[in-house]
């Protein structure tokens, strides 16, 4: 259920740059989500579409890109990316993880329309 206010604050973030950016309407947003978050991008996408209705960003899609959990060992000090279904060290199996990446939930970018043109991207991430 957290994906309800999740999906509140990323719409309200959306539709503000949106509107910074004078786009007529937003039809893709790029979301950034890391593995251990928990966040289930179906979940966002069913409560952008009831919230969004009446805006610009009614009828928008998430598209989502998932961060792989990335470690610090405190034991040997090495770092890489594990799966986070199994979350040890690689290399000595040690349990004592720091967790550096994984957590993440960002937009990325976001495709919109301005008056009425589609597709032109921007070097601040947004595609216009």
Do not use: W
Request: proline share 2%; net charge negative.
């Amino acid at each position: 259920m957290h994906e309800l206010s999740i999906t509140e604050n990323l719409l309200a973030e959306c539709l503000k740059t949106g509107k910074e950016n004078h786009a007529s309407r937003i039809r893709r947003i790029h979301v950034c989500i890391g593995q251990l978050n928990g966040t289930v991008p179906e979940c966002v996408q069913i409560y952008l579409d009831m919230l969004a209705e009446g805006t610009i960003a009614e009828g928008a899609v998430i598209e989502a890109e998932y961060i792989p959990v990335h470690v610090r060992c405190l034991d040997c000090g090495k770092e890489s990316d594990i799966d986070r279904h199994r979350l040890e060290c690689p290399f000595c199996r040690s349990l004592k993880l720091k967790i550096l990446r994984g957590k993440e939930f960002y937009i990325k970018s976001m495709e919109v329309d301005t008056d009425g043109d589609k597709g032109h991207a921007s070097d601040d991430g947004l595609e216009r």
